[in-house]
């Protein structure tokens, strides 16, 4: 307790009350630094262990390549069907004398001399006759339109494989008269310019020669078809 007369003093051990608050308020301020640092370390660790950061960038597949590569052509054919109004698809035909042609040529002939020899032999071999009918009942069945119920139900009679398959075993199925039919159908859907290549089909006497046209003809018919709905899409 101080003398009468004397003024207390402030030490330097002892702080006024000012001092006391602002260091509180610094040692408070600290504690909310250090806390966010350390919540901010563990954010970053946590980031940088998780599996996203990693894992290698991502690699483009081949079919995924090909598919922008169909989209992008896909892209340009509307493109140029929408601006040509001449625009129209036509058959390929590889030059004879090249190599793409003879290797195509040679493995064409190829096939159709394995169905001549099985067709010849004795007894006959179907196998492949049936599953050239199986094509050609998909093909014709493309043609229809979504009423073409009737022919619909009558070429999947008439070309009914399992059926086929059942006659080939007891060796009472007429290739030729199924080749028929499907050439009689093919009259019926085809547009008027191939009238005479079906003429020529029924003119035809060999029945290898008679299939082998037969798919010339329809793929004729399936380009046909693609221009008559570019015509009609204008």
Sequence with gaps: MPFNGEKQCVGEDQ????????????MASLSDYECSRQSFASDSSSKSSSPASTSPPRVVTFDEVMA?????????????????????LKQEALPEKS????????????FWDVLDSELNADPPE?????KLFEEIREILLSFLTPGGNRLRNQICEVLDTDLIRQQAEHSAVDIQGLANYVISTMGKLCAPVRDNDIRELKATGNIVEV??????????MQMDMANFTIMSLR
């Design 211 to 220: 299939l082998r046209q037969i798919f010339h003809v329809l793929d004729l």
């Design 99 to 110: 190599l793409a042609g003879r290797v195509k040529h040679i493995v064409h002939q190829a």
């Design 15 to 26: 702080p006024s009350d000012s001092d006391s608050s602002r260091f509180s308020e610094s």
């Design 126 to 130: 179907f196998e492949h006759a049936i």
């Design 68 to 88: 922008t590569a169909r989209n992008l052509s896909n892209l340009t054919l509307a493109h140029e069907i929408a601006v040509n109004e001449n625009f129209q």
